[in-house]
């Protein structure tokens, strides 16, 4: 089975500092990686994906993540915040075939202090 | 680009009543959708899979009487608490893994149920 650790449950950070969200996952297989953000009140919006090639991935809002093999981490980092980054933040794997589930890690909420 | 809805958005009935929430892909085909559910503050836990023209998957410890989930057609799917109590009040949210894009699932905006 596979699962998703983000041993930070909160993480504070004044604006325009840089950030880093700890994920750590673990499987038996190889699996595809994901970070999603939820807005207070909102639904889920991917951030970025790693699904082979380049371990360093860009996504949207200026985040960018690392995947790491022999860690099993994915972290996910951003040089400068934004008071706008206040969010939860969710690392999740699939497994690489056609079933498509998700499983998500429990969340880190991202505070933006001014 | 994709998009995927939920009706409705928020819904506030009273316990021992059923509630449905439909699942819409709105601009592609889906033959599966995933059920989640998310508590306050905590994560989302995969509830079920939907799949269109068979029965849904439910994972371990979801009580299929309970959560009736139906793929009526490749763009909707219909989750139904029966009987709710007010320990079934959470955020109900919904995806749908694109038919184009790998590996890419399009998440409903959520429905926020309040069982009375």
């Known amino acids: 089975a596979q699962s998703v650790t983000q041993l930070d449950s909160q993480v504070p950070v004044f604006e325009e500092a840089p950030v880093e969200l700890r994920c750590n996952y673990s499987s038996s297989v190889s699996v595809y990686l994901f970070w999603y953000v939820q807005y207070p009140n909102q639904g889920l919006q991917l951030l970025l994906k790693y699904l082979s090639g380049s371990t360093l991935v860009k996504g949207i809002n200026g985040f960018e993540a690392e995947f790491n093999k022999s ?4 972290h996910l980092r951003k040089p400068s915040v934004h008071i706008s980054d206040t969010a939860e933040y969710f690392c999740a794997v699939s497994v690489l075939n056609r079933d498509d589930k998700i499983i ?10 001014p | ?13 009273k316990s021992g009543t ?5 699942c819409r892909s709105l601009d592609f085909q889906a033959t599966t959708m995933f059920w989640y559910r998310q508590f306050p503050k905590q994560s989302l836990m995969l509830m079920a899979t939907s799949n269109e023209g068979s029965k849904a998957t439910y994972e371990q410890g979801v009580e299929k009487d309970k959560f009736l989930i139906n793929h009526a057609s490749l763009t909707l799917s219909t989750l139904t608490v029966t009987s709710a109590h007010p320990e079934d009040s959470s955020f109900y949210i919904c995806s749908a893994p694109s038919d184009t ?3 890419t699932q399009y998440f409903g905006p959520g429905t926020r149920l309040l069982v009375l």
């Open chain 2, 18 to 22: 059923s509630v449905k929430i439909e």
């Open chain 2, 101 to 103: 894009r790998e590996e």
């Open chain 2, 1 to 13: 680009g994709a998009v995927v809805s939920q009706h409705p958005s928020w819904v506030i009935c």
């Open chain 1, 104 to 113: 998500f890690g429990k969340g880190t909420r991202l505070h933006i202090l």
């Open chain 1, 71 to 74: 860690q099993t981490s994915f």
